[in-house]
């Protein structure tokens, strides 16, 4: 695997974390586009749960578990992504 690999998009999402504008500023990097979108779900009190990273294009991506929700990223409750239709990616190896 290429370093357009899963560490890529591993980088991509302490970027996103760190700064919830280099969402919109990143290219996707398994295809380039500048789709990229993140949801994460967990605990509503503890925002605790886990997170998918993924492109709107070529629909690639990454999901995460155990992370807490920052505050300015979009988050849904586990009860609320129950009943949800969630994206659909093909997760990056
Ligand atoms: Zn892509």
């Known amino acids: 695997m290429s370093a357009t690999g899963r560490s ?3 980088a991509l999402m302490a970027v996103v974390i760190g700064d ?4 919109d500023a990143s290219a996707c990097p398994s295809c380039g586009y500048r789709r990229l979108d993140v949801l994460f779900v967990g605990d509503g009190a503890t ?3 886990w997170a998918t990273l993924w492109c709107g294009d070529c629909l690639r991506g990454i ?3 155990r992370v807490c929700a920052p ?3 979009p988050f849904l409750t586990f009860e609320v ?3 949800r239709s969630l994206p659909e ?5």
């Open 47 to 49: 925002r605790i749960g």
């Open 20 to 23: 919830p504008a280099a969402l």
């Open 63 to 65: 999901r995460f578990s």
């Open 8 to 10: 890529a998009w591993v």
């Open 89 to 93: 990616i093909i997760e990056v190896r």
């Open 71 to 73: 505050r300015d990223l």
């Open 81 to 83: 992504a129950a009943v």
